[in-house]
């Protein structure tokens, strides 16, 4: 199995910066791709981005593209969520994710909250951005 723990979540004011880390141990990590979710204020779980099991390639939502980036590095089995010019609306609880889907256009437009079709799951870490 693979276990996820999220670390860097907190206050920040609109227009400053975040960056989350997700921990993730055990025997596979290196054949899954790494994703990030959020759930904001009574509001479903949605995408936010993903990296590859091998790094080369990366998505985003809409919401986020240009402010965020996501990033891996498999020797220390971590995955970074770098947040740049956030805005209030991006509060909410970030989830690292891992598993086996690619969320292309195509798969982000048709995928299923809660879990996407991801297999592992952090608890999440809280991001609160005011005003």
């Known amino acids: 199995q693979v276990q996820l723990v999220e670390f860097g979540g907190g206050l920040v004011q609109a227009g400053g910066s975040l960056r989350l880390s997700c921990e993730a141990s055990?025997?596979?990590?290196?054949?899954?791709?790494m994703g990030w979710f959020r759930q904001g204020p009574g509001k479903v779980r949605e995408f936010v981005a993903e990296i590859t099991w091998w790094g080369g390639t990366t998505y985003y939502a809409d919401s986020v593209q240009g402010r965020f980036t996501i990033s891996r590095d498999k020797s220390k089995n971590t995955a970074t969520l770098q947040m740049n010019s956030l805005k209030p609306e991006d509060t909410a609880v970030y989830y690292c994710s891992a598993g086996n889907v690619v969320f292309d256009e195509a798969t982000i437009a048709a995928a299923v909250p809660p879990d996407y079709g991801m297999e592992y799951w952090g608890k999440g870490t809280l991001v609160v951005v005011s005003s």
């Open positions: 055990g025997r596979t990590f290196s054949s899954y791709a």
